[in-house]
């Protein structure tokens, strides 16, 4: 049995890396015992998953519990006694876990160093994370492992794509409309394209403090070809009516939207973020799926654009984007990954 913990009530990162672990744990046949929030929204798709049982607790009451070592909470207490690994999501609530937990390992979703100087297990999701946690703390004493997401596959199905119905380049980027994002960049890139009468439309899907920001900023430049999408409850959907995934972040721990684009059979334009370089590596990206432009790079962003106008060429990196992703970064080699862990 392996237990997950987190405080986090919000979809994202930690939430589907609750249902990747659980499935890639049921592949090796372990249970799955998760202690969230009650309100989290993820719960609904792991309610549904074999291996897994849920222990739902309002988020207040539980950090009561977390201050008190689950004291008053015996079946909980007794469980993180019994796990063979307890997967800690949130390291401000590490060390209340560990003072219980019979073998408390610290999942680094930021890629920042907090919390990671302990005597027990850190788990880094990419190398960067890795290499940053010993710069810092040269002479840690916990056990480090690097294990990337995992991504559940499938047979690549392109038919009715956007590729199949237009000549006019539709490039698709999402997530929060935050500053770290790099929204801004896609949007001056757009407006060299534009001068460059290069066809194409750029859809930003989500929201968040910056849209009056960006929507002015496309506004000002009177831009055409961006739009402000707005949220959508089926981004694969919307993969399926583009040609081109663009993330042009500052900062990106891993960037599971990467993944899901790159299964999608879409190409990646990308900034050289943490999570790119990991999926990507620093050399022959193109043979991996994406092209990586260096961060707060406009001018960058519109030339890869321009570089895939190329159908043959866009056609040839989709398909490289489909079979790395599917390869190197499916459920088998999370399992085997998170087994070395466990065994460890």
Avoid at 4 to 21: E, F, H, P, Q, R
Avoid at 132 to 147: E, G, W
């Amino acid at each position: 049995m392996v237990t997950s913990i987190t405080l986090d009530n919000k979809l994202g990162g930690i939430a589907s890396s609750l249902v990747s672990y659980s499935k890639a744990l049921h592949i090796n046949g372990i249970e799955h015992h998760i202690i969230l929030p009650k309100d989290a929204p993820i719960i609904k798709e792991l309610v549904h998953l074999p291996n897994v049982t849920l222990f739902c607790i309002s988020k207040t009451v539980l950090k009561c519990h977390l201050l008190s070592g689950f004291i008053f909470l015996k079946s909980i207490r007794s469980n993180l006694l019994r796990s063979k690994l307890t997967l800690v999501h949130n390291a401000k609530i590490f060390s209340s876990i560990a003072k219980v937990a019979k073998r408390p390992a610290l999942i680094n979703h930021s890629g920042k160093t907090n919390g990671t100087n302990h005597s027990y297990i850190n788990i880094f999701i990419t190398q960067a994370g890795k290499r940053r946690h010993f710069l810092t703390y040269p002479n840690s004493n916990a056990t480090s492992y690097v294990i990337n997401h995992g991504f559940e596959t499938h047979p690549l199905n392109l038919t009715g794509t956007k590729e199949d119905h237009s000549n006019i380049l539709t490039i698709i980027s999402a997530g929060r409309l935050v500053l770290k994002k790099g929204f801004i960049d896609l949007i001056k890139a757009a407006k060299i394209l534009e001068d460059k009468n290069v066809a194409l439309e750029i859809k930003i899907f989500g929201d968040g403090e910056l849209k009056d920001t960006l929507t002015s900023a496309i506004n000002d430049l009177q831009l055409k070809n961006v739009k402000l999408m707005g949220w959508t409850d089926n981004l694969h959907r919307e993969f399926s009516r583009c040609n081109i995934f663009c993330i042009p972040s500052h900062i990106e721990p891993f960037g599971l939207i990467i993944g899901e684009a790159m299964l999608a059979g879409l190409p990646v334009i990308s900034t050289k973020t943490d999570g790119a370089l990991e999926i990507f590596g620093n050399e022959n990206t193109e043979q991996r799926g994406g092209i990586l432009v260096e961060i707060s790079a406009p001018e960058a962003i519109a030339e890869a654009i321009m570089s895939l106008m190329d159908k043959e060429k866009r056609a040839a990196i989709a398909n490289s984007a489909f079979e790395h992703i599917n390869q190197n970064f499916n459920l088998d080699r999370l399992a085997d990954d998170l087994k070395k862990v466990i065994d460890g």
